[in-house]
């Protein structure tokens, strides 16, 4: 059975800095990996999707990693600013089940 | 760009009411899901649907529960009977594909916040 751990739970930050956020998922054998961004009572915006083929997608100030083999993904948020505070979850397709979510990092970016 | 919608954004309802949550996928799309997110929990896998059947469901997904796809685009999720654990955002999503290739990806739409008091 598929599950998905993210580490930190929680981090925060001072405006400017890079960070990473993990994830690592126990079955290697995935399709895709999917990051997404959660404002408190909000719902799911997608960020990030890596196919299992790709080793990493980017997009503006992100940059997510996969490696299968290890069972990790990272999202490096570059320049971090106060609008990128959020909870970010990670979603791994595998297996013959639908999604499965990490419980999240909360990222809080202090200006 | 095409996107799943959800009605209402939200819903309160008396416990042992029943209650329906609606999604319109997007147009081409073959897969529908619905996940749920308690409050400061994961979001969870509850049923995906296929062809007019459920093709997958979690064990939260019990008799209280049931889906249907009435028409050509809307989805829904009934739950018969509402329990104040009930209480969580529902999540609809869709997908062209289910696993392999690049159209297996799920979009979501924004949620349907259900209350039970």
């Known amino acids: 059975k598929q599950e998905v751990t993210q580490i930190p739970a929680a981090l925060s930050v001072p405006e400017g800095e890079n960070l990473v956020l993990n994830c690592s998922f126990t079955?290697?054998?995935?399709?895709?990996l999917q990051w997404f961004r959660q404002d408190p009572g909000k719902g799911l915006t997608s960020l990030l999707l890596?196919?299992?083929?790709?080793r990493e997608q980017t997009s503006g100030r992100l940059n997510a990693s996969l490696d299968k083999s290890s069972g990790r993904s990272t999202l490096y948020i570059a320049a971090s600013q106060p609008g990128d505070s959020a909870t970010y979850l990670c979603?791994?397709?595998?297996?013959?089940?639908?999604?499965?979510f990490g419980k999240g990092t909360r990222l809080s970016v202090i200006a | 760009e095409p996107e799943v919608t959800q009605t209402p954004s939200h819903q309160v309802t008396q416990m042992g009411q029943e209650v329906i949550l609606r999604c319109v996928p997007i147009s081409n799309h073959l897969y529908f899901y619905w996940y749920r997110q308690i409050l400061g929990q994961k979001v969870e896998f509850l049923v995906s649907f296929y062809n007019n059947e459920i093709s997958e469901k979690s064990e939260i997904f019990d008799d209280q529960f049931s889906v249907e796809r009435p028409d050509g685009s809307n989805f829904t999720l009934k739950i018969r009977s509402t329990k104040l654990e009930d209480s969580a955002m529902y999540f609809c999503a869709s997908s062209e594909a289910l696993f392999t290739g690049t159209k297996n990806i799920q979009y979501f739409g924004a949620g349907t916040r259900l209350s039970v008091l």
């Open positions: 079955d290697s054998a995935i399709y895709n």
């Open positions: 979603a791994v397709l595998s297996g013959n089940t639908p999604l499965v």
């Open positions: 890596i196919q299992s083929s790709q």
